[in-house]
């Protein structure tokens, strides 16, 4: 081996040292690091609402609105705890209609003499069947879930639907009695 | 020790009252007095939302001296807004962001957002009407945020609506994180000025950059006028607080809107903004594009030296002279015109209501302002800082001109009305 070659070796040497020690203070920097995501996770989780009160709300949340013929056609009826109003149609189908503005969340009260939902705090309204009517709203007002059994309208709170209009086959008809 | 706080000498240029206008100082004054007077509801006010109401009724008219302490914290809550917003435009106009003073304007960015917040979330607690409606909207306004907003918003109200859960979590990040981070947050801004020597030193346009003038002793110089100006301060509050009662109305009632429903008076510039564009654009492009050029503006290279002197120079006064002029034009001409004649929804129904409503009045608006930009920068030969601040001046005179049309013109229905009628 020259003299020279050996030189070099050692020079590799000394340059590896650095090499390690940066590696291991990457690893240390790296472990930091996963440390702290570990202890944001377990915050976030903390905070993140409880499943199982969730699942409380939804054993009973199917709403009883009443018998078919208690709601007259073309008509609005206001489920104050069920949080939704029962739209019965001019040709008789039923819509459960959230009373939560799609814009901002306010509730949107119904207008009988416009035959409308005016929302109060940023001018949307809807028509009976929920479609937006004016904007800002973008989108029409959300539906629950409803099942007519034995001539009794039923609605399952739990689950508000979203869309983005109205379609014809979201209305639940009674059954011709 | 508590003067060791304070520099043992300041330039005495600094001293001027027209430099800072004792707003940094009234800052503090008021942040002291809301921890006082909040420290004293603590113990009274209770964070649920059966009792949260009615602890507040008790608080008013129970405890002696009661309704005072909530007035204190009210109005110091209000003037603390409104002062560090005009702390906020005192560092801009006279380039106080400007290196070495880089680092500080970002952590007083935090700092405004911690007071932002801490002024929003204590909005909820006293559960009443306008409390309740003002949070849900503006917590409603997270969902527009795309991909994680819908999980932002049940984190931050604690379910799908706001209840009790939100009512303990706003509880718990008024009375502890925030007021956490204004004390870690606070001394790290005071040492940062001191670290750069002091306040900026005023100057005008044509003086020398380095001039600096004589320094004198901080006590008594600095340490009187920030006696006076803190004792002015609390006497006016005092005063307010004991002429104006913190407004209260019903209880929280789900079931029904009050006609109009406002955001507290601090977020109405984007309540309003929101009346005209898709919420997307309102949201979320405005605010994100609003965070980034102020945390960028002082890394930016600028051609000259302008920290020190009002409005960078005799041109940039000139030209944020007209930038505001053309502000104060446009933007009512702006909100009559989206009122009253343009109709996008009917114009064009088959288009989705992103692009009809946010995508074509937002290019519309900037292609008139770019337009504008481009003449008062031809007429008076702005150079960089001059041009930002042209259009700094603008954002901000649209921005008050909107607050202002959303706190008095809108009445039932958010229809444009005159306060009076």
């Known amino acids: ?177 | 020790m508590i003067l060791h706080f304070r520099p043992r000498t300041v330039a005495e240029r600094t001293l001027r009252f027209t430099l800072t206008w004792g707003l940094g100082g009234m800052a503090v004054v008021l942040i002291l007095l809301l921890f006082g007077t909040g420290i004293l509801m603590k113990f009274t006010y209770q964070p649920f939302p059966d009792k949260a109401y009615a602890s507040i009724l008790h608080l008013q008219r129970d405890v002696l001296f009661g309704q005072f302490v909530r007035n204190i914290h009210h109005w110091s809550g209000n003037i603390l807004l409104i002062v560090v917003f005009l702390h906020f435009l005192r560092v801009f106009f006279t380039g106080a962001f400007h290196p070495p003073r880089q680092f500080n304007w970002v952590i007083g960015l935090f700092l405004f957002l911690a007071v932002l917040m801490s002024s929003f979330t204590g909005y909820l607690l006293p559960w009443d009407q306008l409390s309740f409606w003002a949070v849900t909207i503006c917590t409603g306004m997270l969902e527009y945020i795309p991909g994680v907003g819908l999980w932002l918003q049940r984190l931050i109200r604690g379910g799908s609506e706001v209840g009790a859960s939100t009512l303990s979590n706003f509880y718990a990040i008024h009375t502890a994180v925030l007021p956490a981070a204004l004390i870690l947050l606070m001394p790290f801004h005071f040492w940062r000025v001191r670290k750069a020597g002091g306040l900026v030193v005023p100057r005008a346009p044509q003086e020398d950059p380095g001039t600096t003038g004589d320094r004198v002793p901080g006590i008594p110089n600095l340490l009187l006028r920030e006696v006076v100006t803190a004792l002015v301060l609390i006497a006016l509050v005092l005063m307010m607080s004991v002429y104006f009662n913190a407004p209260l109305e019903g209880k929280a009632n789900p079931g029904l809107s009050p006609n109009p429903t406002k955001a507290p008076w601090y977020f109405m510039g984007f309540q309003e903004i929101l009346l005209h564009l898709h919420p997307f654009i309102t949201l979320c492009v405005i605010p994100a594009l609003i965070a980034l050029v102020l945390l960028s503006t002082p890394y930016v290279r600028y051609p000259s030296r302008t920290a020190g002197v009002w409005f960078a120079s005799a041109t940039g006064r000139r030209s944020a002279r007209d930038a505001a002029a053309f502000a104060l034009v446009a933007t009512p001409l702006g909100i009559l015109l989206d009122e009253y004649i343009v109709e996008f929804a009917a114009w064009m129904p088959g288009l989705a209501p992103a692009i009809r409503n946010g995508l074509f009045p937002l290019i519309g608006v900037l292609s008139v302002c770019f337009g504008a930009y481009v003449v008062l920068k031809r007429k008076h030969g702005t150079d960089k800082m001059e041009s930002i601040q042209m259009i700094f001046v603008f954002c901000l005179t649209a921005f008050i001109i909107l607050t202002m049309t959303g706190i008095w013109l809108r009445g039932p229905g958010m229809r444009l009305s005159l306060p009076w009628m």
């Open chain 1, 1 to 177: 081996m020259s003299r020279k070659q050996k030189k070099h070796e050692i020079k590799e040497r000394s340059a590896k040292k650095p090499a390690r020690r940066s590696f291991l203070k990457k690893l240390w920097l790296g472990l930091g690091i996963v440390a702290v995501l570990e202890f944001a996770g377990v915050v976030v989780a903390y905070l993140l609402p409880h499943r199982r009160s969730s699942e409380k709300r939804e054993l009973g949340a199917l709403v009883e609105a009443g018998l078919v013929e208690r709601f007259p056609l073309n008509s609005v009826t206001a489920f104050v705890r069920g949080k939704f109003y029962l739209c019965r149609l001019e040709d008789g189908g039923f819509l459960a209609v959230s009373r939560k503005c799609t814009h901002l969340g306010c509730t949107v009260p119904w207008l009988d003499k416009a035959q409308k939902f005016a929302c109060p705090c940023h001018g949307s309204a809807f028509d009976i069947r929920g479609e937006v009517a004016s904007a800002p709203a973008p989108r029409a007002l959300d539906i629950f879930p409803l099942i007519i059994e034995n001539r009794m309208v039923k609605v399952d709170t739990s689950k508000p639907i979203k869309r983005s209009g109205f379609r014809p086959e979201q209305v639940v008809y009674p059954k011709k009695a």
